[in-house]
Nanobody, 121 residues
Framework: QVQLVESGGGLVQAGGSLRLSCAASGRTFSSYAMGWFRQAPGKERDVVAA????????VYADSVKGRFTISRDNAKNTVYLQMNSLKPGDTAVYYC??????????????WGQGTQVTVSS
């Protein structure tokens, strides 16, 4: 089992940047695929980006391609989401998720508590 704790959210003006971090407990972090999701008020939770166990494979939602970058540091048990050129539409609670998988999964087993990102216009 793995526990996930997100940090790095906050209030930023449109065009600004934030870097989210997700720290994972446990000794087998490198065996987990990781994902970032977001949920805006009144909307469903959607995937933002995902990364495989080694960091060699990543995927992004079309809405964030070219602006967001997912990465991981297995030595630090941490996954990151660098968010640049932020837009008001990026405002949401951001969650990280994990699943023990060599490939990029469609579903995740473990979730963090979320961190709020608010982008002002």
């Amino acid at each position: 089992q793995v526990q996930l704790v997100e940090s790095g959210g906050g209030l930023v003006q449109a065009g600004g940047s934030l870097r989210l971090s997700c720290a994972a407990s446990g000794r087998t972090f490198s065996s987990y695929a990781m994902g970032w999701f977001r949920q805006a008020p009144g909307k469903e939770r959607d995937v933002v980006a995902a990364i495989n166990w080694s960091g060699s494979s990543t995927v992004y939602a079309d809405s964030v391609k070219g602006r967001f970058t997912i990465s991981r540091d297995n030595a630090k048990n941490t996954v990151y989401l660098q968010m640049n050129s932020l837009k008001p539409g990026d405002t949401a609670v951001y969650y990280c998720a994990a699943r023990q998988s060599r490939a990029l999964p469609f579903e995740y087993d473990y979730w963090g508590q979320g961190t709020q990102v608010t982008v002002s216009s």
